[in-house]
């Protein structure tokens, strides 16, 4: 027979859920006035001719296509990099390592890589890859320290998915006489792709969001080239512009702008990363 609850019991049973109830509001709060305040200040200052312009000193005239597509780039060039190494060490630790002493160590490895914080990635990148390697400002520098960044996310991610496979896939693949390769090929990638897609879009997300590291290793130059020529100069993401426009020349109203964009390219990712969730949820309820 189930005892009722005492009184102190129903007591602390309420004021925890209250605690809690008054956090949620908090966190709502909060977030919410972020991006209404944000929005309201942003959003009117939004252009065509703000998105589709270069900045002129002569006409004294603000654009940020060169940031969008300067940001663009370092997204494409970190992914191409990033992905093939992260990708694969997963493999390799989750499908061939057999000693559980370095997995354990590379795991922790890891996880310590992606609590260091961002302005130390970008002091790191600027010693290694700007002066010691001789990249100078660029965004290939720049895409070389986020890579570094976001390894973690993507080796962690991708671990995870591939766990996610259940045994008797790898199993019976090699009851068929498919070889270990064949068999991660053919049956392992595609059960987990998912949740590996929903690794790159985490990335994707960080990389858009990324300043600190990237005031060091990129410049702050607003110039207009093609993806190779742009990876080999100086150039300032949409995040370095805001952090340019807001701190250096006071333009605020360009500065609220350029926030608005992020946020509402923040908020897409978040949508893509929850539907690739609920699709990952389905084909694995499957």
Not at 52 to 79: C, K, Q
Not at 109 to 118: D, K, N
Not at 236 to 248: D, G, M, Q, S
């Amino acid at each position: 027979m189930i005892q009722p609850l005492s009184q102190s019991r129903k007591a602390w049973g309420v004021l925890m859920k209250t605690l809690c109830f008054i956090s949620i509001a908090i966190v709502t709060v909060l977030t919410g006035f972020m991006l209404v305040y944000v929005f309201y200040k942003g959003l009117p200052e939004i252009t065509w001719q703000l998105l589709s312009t270069s900045p002129s000193y002569l006409r004294h005239t603000i654009g940020i296509l060169p940031d969008i597509m300067n940001t663009i780039y370092v997204v494409i060039a970190t992914l191409v990099m990033v992905l093939p190494i992260g990708v694969g060490a997963a493999i390799y630790l989750n499908e061939y390592a057999k000693n559980r002493r370095i997995v354990e160590l590379i795991e922790f490895a890891a996880e310590t890589l992606s609590g260091i914080p961002s302005i130390i990635y970008g002091l790191v990148g600027m010693l290694v890859f700007c002066q010691f390697l001789g990249l100078q400002t660029s965004l290939l520098a720049g895409s070389m320290t986020l890579v570094v960044m976001n390894l973690p996310t993507i080796l962690r991610t991708t671990q995870e998915a591939l766990k996610t496979v259940p045994q008797g896939y790898r199993e019976g693949a090699f009851a068929l006489g498919a070889g270990k390769w064949r068999v991660i090929r053919t049956v392992v990638l595609p059960s987990c792709i998912n949740g590996i897609v929903t690794g790159c879009i985490l990335a994707v997300g960080r990389i858009l969001g990324e300043s600190a590291a990237l005031l060091f290793t990129t410049g702050f130059a607003h110039n207009l080239n093609g993806f190779f020529e742009g990876l080999r100069s100086s150039g300032a993401t949409l995040t370095v512009a805001l952090y340019v426009y807001a701190k250096e020349q006071g333009e605020f109203e360009v500065a609220y702008a350029i926030a608005a964009i992020l946020m509402v390219l923040t908020i897409l990712i978040n949508i893509a990363t929850t539907v690739m969730g609920r699709i990952m949820e389905r084909r694995n309820g499957q």
